[in-house]
Each structure stands twice: as structure tokens, then as C-alpha cells.
């Protein structure tokens, strides 16, 4: 039996060990699923070593990172496969159909927290490695899976762990399924990432939450100036108004451009995607442009005064802004923090105060379309997916996979198995069960394909 039938004979067992790995919420924010976290490394690290490969767990001052290897071919190539098996936080609760924890299939989907982000397309890897391993007895190339569960926290102990292990991780290449095609008929092979500097603005102005009758009129609201100062950040056209944030913007080039322009991200799909009325943005650029080759500056969310029921006339004493910025190559995290701390602090009026505070970051990440590796992805795809991938630059961000590029001097492949519409990050997530058979088909053709791969001296 090829490595291929061995996978489609073994779908039902396959989904049910997904399913298992699913009902652990490893919820990386929260300091209450601590045990979740680390039940779901174990399992990930048992379930590795019972397919045959060699793994442990790595401590860090967060959550435990896994490791795991097979290193029976000592003249192929590495191939290093990154995934994460930490997941958001479900809320809204209350707007899921089927609890988030308790996967259920629907309509040929799976629906759970991390179907998709990102225990899902990592266990599509985990699945040609297995069907590979059954079916040949060996595998055509070394493999080492890194899986981590700070993803969704900024990956903060990661690229120090990459750094101190650059002989364990050393790879040929590394592979990466964290992301997503436009549709199950155009699988996409996404070559950008963006980076982030997140922050948090914080407005006072009062030594206290005062009466809005007593006060109000006389003294500078704390959540009406931080509405002011946001207002402040974007011009009329969605153009980012920080003195310098757009510097070290590099503009795609014609060839790129052009490439991109042939598969449009339409204001149709992203209407029907969103439910949006309109596209939003800056009209120069076209939609997948403004995502994927555009940075942004986000509002994420809003706390002041009174939000709970009914009324209450207070002037709150304080405010606060969770903001993020989305960043392209060339731009730098902590230089984009300065300079809307700075921006912010001239254009604060003298009623109130403000402070901006850096809470995390990473860097955008650019790989090359051209590459032998990427080239292995696309003939994978093509006898996998039964499709020929598009290229495709994405707006959200995997701040490791710089750190794997500076630090493992390896070529990176972004080989997304998820889609639009699968619910990142919001209630209703899933995993259309054909992407993880395709995805698992998809890493059999690619890991046989990277047999031929150079190897690096
Ligand atoms: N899988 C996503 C990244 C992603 C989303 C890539 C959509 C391509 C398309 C990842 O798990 C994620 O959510 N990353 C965070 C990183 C942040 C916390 C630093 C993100 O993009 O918000
Ligand atoms: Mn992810
Ligand atoms: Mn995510």
C-alpha cells in the first residue's frame, strides 16, 4: 500500500485522533488552562513518539515547547515542520452552535476551537508523516516538528529557544501550516507575512471617576479625548497620519504587482466573507494589496466608564486603547512603537495625560516565491490539492517565521491547508474535512518531493 491509500484508509481514525487533540482547550492567554496546555503538548509529544519518532517536551517561562524527530536518512534533507498547539480564547461564548470544545461535524466540517488555527493543519503534517512511515518504513527525508504553545501570545520564548538550539532545529528547509487559500478549488502558497507592534493607550485626566453633572462641561473627558487622539490617527482616505510610519514601506514591484493582480481579491468575496457593506481603505491600493503589502493601525478594543446595563452619569477618570499596528517588510516593530508614542505625545492636549505602551511584537517576514522549496510546494500542491497554487501575500502574522529565516538560514514554505471562511479567532471555527485530506496528501507529495532538495553543507 502507497503512503497515499494508507492515508485515505485510515481517514476515520485520523479524524478521531484530531477530534481528540480538539476537546483540549489550550488556551494560551488565559492562566487557567495552564494544565490544558501542557495536556495538549503531552499528548502531542506521546502521540508523536508512538508513530515513531523520537520527541520530548522543552520547558521555557511559558508553555512547554515540543520537539520531535526522525533523522533515519543521514543524506536527505531536513525538512523542519513548525506548527502551534495553543488556541484563542472561544468568546463570545454564547454565539457558538456546538460548544468549542466539543467537536462536531457538520456539512463535511469539523467545527472547534484550533480546527483550523492550528492544531488541525498541523496534524495534516503529523498524518503524512505517519502514512509515510507505515507504508515505506522510512521517510524519504529527515523530519523535525517544533510545536509551540505561545503562538497566539507572541511567541515570547520561541525565538530565544531557536536561537540557543540552532543545531537541533538546523533544517534544509522549514515548513509551515498556519494560514489559508481564497478557495478549496485555488489552494494558495503565501509568500508575506505581516509583523505587529501591539500597544496599549492610556488616557487620564481626574484623580478620580467624577459626577458628570458636578463636572461635566469643565473637565476634559478621559474616554472623549482618547476618541480624539484615535480619530487623529487615519486621514479621511485610511491613510495612517504618524509621521514616518509608511517610510520603510517596500513597494511591491511591477513583476509582483502584476503576478498578484491576476488573482484579485474582489470586494464581492470580501462582502460575502465579512458582511460588510463596503470595502474600506486606501483607495490607491487594491484590496489585497491594502492586507497584504499595506501596513495598518487597528483599534482592538475600548474600555471606559460605565459598559454595563442601564445608565450611569460618571466622567470617567481614566480610558484605555488596545492598539495594534500590522506591519510589512521593511518596517521595524519598535521603531513603529516610537513613533506613535512620540506622535501620540505631541498631539496630546494639555487637559489630559497619555501613555503608550509596547506590550508585544514581531516582525513581518517575506520568503522567496522562487526558491527550489517553493517550487516542491507547487508540484506538491498540484498532485496533493489536485490544483496549482497562487501566490499570495497575507495580512495576518506568524512572528517566528522571520526568526526562522535570520536564525536557521533555511528557506521558508508557507503551505496553507485552511480557508476564508473557517472562523480564525471567532466563534465557529472549523476545518473543512477536504482541506485536511488534501493537506494530508498535500505533505506526502511535498516530503517526497523534497527528497531532492539541496542539502546544505
Ligand atoms: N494563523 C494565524 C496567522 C494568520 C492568520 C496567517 C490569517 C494568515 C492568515 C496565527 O495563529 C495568528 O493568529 N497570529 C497572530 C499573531 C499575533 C498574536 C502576534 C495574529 O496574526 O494576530
Ligand atoms: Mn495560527
Ligand atoms: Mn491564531
Redo the contacts with the bound molecule.
Keep these: 500500500m502507497d503512503a497515499h491509500l494508507y492515508a485515505k484508509t485510515n481517514q476515520q481514525r485520523s479524524l478521531e485522533e484530531l477530534i481528540a487533540l480538539l476537546r483540549i482547550p489550550s488556551i494560551s492567554t488565559l492562566p487557567v488552562h495552564q494544565a490544558d496546555i501542557r495536556a495538549a503538548a503531552e499528548w502531542l509529544a506521546a502521540h508523536l513518539s508512538s508513530m515513531g519518532l523520537e520527541s520530548r517536551l522543552y520547558e521555557t517561562a511559558g508553555h512547554p515547547i515540543v520537539y520531535a524527530q526522525w533523522l533515519g536518512a543521514p543524506s536527505a534533507p531536513t525538512v523542519l515542520i513548525y506548527g ?1 498547539y495553543d488556541v ?1 480564547p472561544p468568546d463570545p461564548i454564547q454565539e457558538w452552535h456546538t460548544p468549542p470544545f466539543e467537536p462536531t461535524l457538520r456539512d463535511g466540517r469539523l467545527y472547534a476551537r484550533g480546527a ?3 492544531k488541525g ?1 498541523l496534524f495534516a503534517h503529523i498524518k503524512a508523516v505517519e502514512a509515510l512511515l507505515r507504508t515505506e518504513g522510512r521517510l524519504p527525508v529527515n523530519v523535525k516538528f517544533i510545536i509551540e504553545g505561545e ?5 515570547p520564548n520561541l525565538a530565544p529557544f531557536i536561537r540557543a538550539h540552532q543545531d537541533l532545529l538546523a533544517a534544509d528547509v522549514v515548513l509551515v501550516s ?3 487559500s481564497r478557495s478549496l478549488e485555488q489552494p494558495s502558497i ?1 509568500y508575506a ?4 507592534a ?1 500597544m496599549e493607550l492610556e488616557v487620564w485626566g481626574p484623580k478620580r471617576d467624577l459626577h458628570s453633572g458636578t463636572y461635566g462641561g469643565a473637565v476634559h473627558n478621559p474616554a472623549q479625548a482618547l476618541c480624539e487622539l484615535i480619530a487623529r490617527l487615519h486621514d479621511d482616505n485610511g491613510t495612517v497620519t504618524v509621521p514616518g510610519f509608511y517610510d520603510r514601506v517596500r513597494p511591491l514591484d511591477e513583476e509582483e504587482r502584476a503576478a498578484l493582480n491576476q488573482a484579485p481579491y474582489t470586494e464581492a468575496a470580501l462582502k460575502a466573507e465579512t458582511g460588510v457593506q463596503a470595502a474600506w481603505g486606501e483607495a490607491e491600493y487594491r484590496i489585497h494589496e491594502r492586507i497584504g503589502a499595506r501596513p495598518t493601525l487597528e483599534v482592538n478594543g475600548l474600555v471606559s466608564g460605565w459598559t454595563g446595563e442601564g445608565a450611569k452619569t460618571v466622567l470617567p477618570a481614566k480610558a484605555l486603547a488596545k492598539i ?1 499596528c ?1 506591519l510589512v517588510a521593511d518596517q521595524d516593530p519598535q521603531e513603529i512603537y516610537q513613533l506613535v508614542r512620540d506622535y501620540i505625545a505631541r498631539i496630546t492636549p494639555p487637559t489630559v495625560s497619555t501613555e503608550v505602551r509596547l506590550l ?3 516582525l513581518p517576514a517575506i520568503t522567496d516565491r522562487h526558491s527550489p522549496a517553493v517550487q516542491a510546494a507547487v508540484a506538491a500542491y498540484e498532485e496533493g490539492w489536485g490544483a496549482q497554487p497562487i501566490f499570495t501575500r ?6 517566528i517565521v522571520a526568526e526562522f529565516q535570520s536564525s536557521l538560514k533555511a528557506p521558508v514554505v ?1 503551505m ?1 491547508f ?1 480557508l476564508p471562511d473557517d472562523a ?2 471567532a466563534p465557529n471555527e472549523k476545518l473543512t474535512l477536504e482541506c485536511f485530506w488534501r493537506g494530508i496528501a498535500t505533505s506526502i507529495s511535498f516530503l517526497t518531493r523534497a527528497s531532492a532538495l539541496p542539502v546544505r553543507g
Design positions: 502551534h484563542q483550523s488555527d492550528d493543519q503562538e497566539e501570545t507572541g511567541s498556519d494560514t489559508h503565501v507575512l505581516r509583523g505587529m501591539y495594534s500590522r508585544h511584537y514581531g497575507e495580512g495576518g502574522s506568524i512572528p508557507l496553507g485552511g480564525l479567532h
